[in-house]
T-cell receptor, first 111, second 113 residues
Framework: AQRVTQPEKLLSVFKGAPVELKCNYSYSGSPELFWYVQYSRQRLQLLLRHISRESIKGFTADLNKGETSFHLKKPFAQEEDSAMYYCALGLGGGSNYKLTFGKGTLLTVNP | GAVVSQHPSWVICKSGTSVKIECRSLDFQATTMFWYRQFPKQSLMLMATSNEGSKATYEQGVEKDKFLINHASLTLSTLTVTSAHPEDSSFYIC?????????FGNGTRLTVT
């Protein structure tokens, strides 16, 4: 069965430091991977997806099929990046589509 | 951008009563919507997939007679928690697929007393 693992429940860094939030997945096919972010008292929102290979708010994530990873990175963390981050794996199509979430990592960026 | 509206934001009900939660896609049509449950400090757990015009698909361990899902139109899905008990108290979140990404509602905090 497909699974998404985020090994760190909590991650704390100082402002300006690099940050990497780890995500590993288990799926034998071609995965569709996402990072979602949930700021305090706000809804879950899409941060980025692997197919678009974009950088949002300075964050990037590269799919590494060999290591089955999709780590989220930012070279210089900002205080406003403090939030809960979820890695998610999308599978299936049409009415069979399903998004499986990791347990999330709470990022705290200290001043 | 795509917006999903969920109502109510919070509800308190007495044990034994039923509660209905609405999920609407405001500016796009969603043939498929999803209902999640989130316990404190835990991840989102998929409860069921709601398909417009057909029966919902429930995840293993989710009682379909307890959590009734109706997807009557392309923009509205409802989750009814029937005969609620205190253990049903949780945060319920809906999402709708627009394009290749899921868009989430703000969630509903249900407290059963």
């Amino acid at each position: 069965a497909q699974r998404v693992t985020q090994p760190e429940k909590l991650l704390s860094v100082f402002k300006g430091a690099p940050v990497e939030l780890k995500c590993n997945y288990s799926y034998s096919g071609s995965p569709e991977l996402f990072w979602y972010v949930q700021y305090s008292r706000q809804r879950l929102q899409l941060l980025l997806r692997h197919i678009s290979r974009e950088s949002i708010k300075g964050f990037t994530a590269d799919l590494n099929k060999g290591e089955t990873s999709f780590h989220l990175k930012k070279p210089f963390a900002q205080e406003e990046d403090s939030a809960m981050y979820y890695c998610a794996l999308g599978l299936g199509g049409g009415s069979n589509y399903k998004l499986t979430f990791g347990k999330g990592t709470l990022l705290t960026v200290n001043p | 951008g795509a917006v999903v509206s969920q109502h109510p934001s919070w509800v308190i009900c007495k044990s034994g009563t039923s509660v209905k939660i609405e999920c609407r896609s405001l500016d796009f049509q969603a043939t498929t919507m999803f209902w999640y449950r989130q316990f404190p400090k835990q991840s989102l757990m998929l409860m069921a997939t709601s398909n417009e015009g057909s029966k919902a698909t429930y995840e293993q361990g989710v009682e379909k007679d307890k959590f009734l899902i109706n997807h009557a139109s392309l923009t509205l899905s409802t989750l009814t928690v029937t005969s609620a008990h205190p253990e049903d108290s949780s945060f319920y979140i809906c999402s709708a697929r627009g394009g290749t990404a899921l868009h989430f509602g703000n969630g509903t905090r249900l407290t059963v007393t």
